[in-house]
Protein backbone atom coordinates (compact mmCIF):
# COMPACT_ATOMS: atom_id res chain seq x y z
CA UNK A 1 0.00 0.00 0.00
CA UNK A 2 2.68 2.15 0.95
CA UNK A 3 3.59 1.96 -2.55
CA UNK A 4 0.80 2.94 -4.44
CA UNK A 5 0.52 6.07 -2.02
CA UNK A 6 3.91 7.01 -3.34
CA UNK A 7 3.80 6.51 -6.45
CA UNK A 8 -0.05 8.18 -6.76
CA UNK A 9 1.91 11.05 -4.59
CA UNK A 10 4.93 11.14 -7.54
CA UNK A 11 1.96 11.27 -9.86
CA UNK A 12 0.27 14.49 -7.92
CA UNK A 13 3.57 16.30 -7.63
CA UNK A 14 4.25 16.30 -11.29
CA UNK A 15 0.96 17.63 -11.78
CA UNK A 16 0.79 20.37 -9.23
CA UNK A 17 3.88 22.12 -8.44
CA UNK A 18 2.33 23.83 -5.47
CA UNK A 19 2.07 21.06 -3.06
CA UNK A 20 5.03 19.64 -1.07
CA UNK A 21 5.49 15.78 -0.97
CA UNK A 22 3.57 16.02 2.34
CA UNK A 23 0.83 17.93 1.39
CA UNK A 24 0.65 15.86 -1.90
CA UNK A 25 0.36 12.57 0.27
CA UNK A 26 -2.29 13.79 2.23
CA UNK A 27 -4.26 14.24 -0.57
CA UNK A 28 -4.14 11.03 -2.02
CA UNK A 29 -4.43 9.49 1.60
CA UNK A 30 -7.87 12.00 1.93
CA UNK A 31 -8.61 11.08 -1.60
CA UNK A 32 -8.27 7.08 -0.85
CA UNK A 33 -9.83 6.97 2.12
CA UNK A 34 -12.80 9.27 0.86
CA UNK A 35 -13.55 6.88 -2.15
CA UNK A 36 -13.77 4.33 -0.25
CA UNK A 37 -15.79 5.42 2.47
CA UNK A 38 -18.56 6.81 -0.04
CA UNK A 39 -18.57 3.65 -1.52
CA UNK A 40 -19.36 1.80 1.70
CA UNK A 41 -21.84 4.16 2.84
CA UNK A 42 -23.62 3.55 -0.37
CA UNK A 43 -23.82 -0.01 -0.05
CA UNK A 44 -21.24 -0.61 -2.54
CA UNK A 45 -19.67 -4.17 -2.87
CA UNK A 46 -15.68 -3.69 -2.20
CA UNK A 47 -14.11 -4.21 -5.38
CA UNK A 48 -10.60 -3.65 -4.21
CA UNK A 49 -7.35 -1.42 -4.36
CA UNK A 50 -7.48 -1.63 -7.73
CA UNK A 51 -10.47 -0.08 -8.42
CA UNK A 52 -9.74 2.58 -5.63
CA UNK A 53 -6.31 3.36 -7.68
CA UNK A 54 -8.05 3.65 -10.35
CA UNK A 55 -10.54 6.10 -9.51
CA UNK A 56 -7.87 8.58 -7.52
CA UNK A 57 -5.04 8.25 -10.52
CA UNK A 58 -8.36 9.89 -12.79
CA UNK A 59 -8.74 12.13 -9.88
CA UNK A 60 -5.35 13.16 -9.82
CA UNK A 61 -5.06 13.45 -13.88
CA UNK A 62 -8.10 15.47 -14.06
CA UNK A 63 -7.96 18.08 -11.26
CA UNK A 64 -4.39 17.55 -9.83
CA UNK A 65 -3.24 20.71 -10.83
CA UNK A 66 -6.06 22.86 -9.23
CA UNK A 67 -6.35 20.72 -5.73
CA UNK A 68 -4.52 23.75 -4.22
CA UNK A 69 -7.29 26.10 -5.44
CA UNK A 70 -10.36 24.05 -4.77
CA UNK A 71 -9.43 23.23 -0.98
CA UNK A 72 -8.76 27.13 -0.04
CA UNK A 73 -12.71 27.45 -1.13
CA UNK A 74 -14.02 24.28 0.60
CA UNK A 75 -13.95 24.45 4.52
CA UNK A 76 -14.78 20.21 3.74
CA UNK A 77 -10.31 20.21 2.79
CA UNK A 78 -8.78 23.01 4.33
CA UNK A 79 -7.04 21.02 6.58
CA UNK A 80 -5.47 19.37 3.42
CA UNK A 81 -3.26 22.46 2.72
CA UNK A 82 -1.73 22.50 6.16
CA UNK A 83 1.68 20.34 6.60
CA UNK A 84 1.20 18.20 9.14
CA UNK A 85 2.93 18.50 12.43
Known sequence: ???KFDHLTKILIEQNNEL?????????????????????KAGREYEG????????????ENYGARLHEFASRNE??????????
Not at 20 to 40: G, I, K, P, Q
Not at 77 to 85: A, G
Request: cysteine-free; proline content about 0%; charged content about 35%.
Open 1 to 3: MEE
Open 20 to 40: SYELARNWVEALWEDFEATRA
Open 49 to 60: QAVTERFVTQFI
Open 76 to 85: KFKHLLKERE
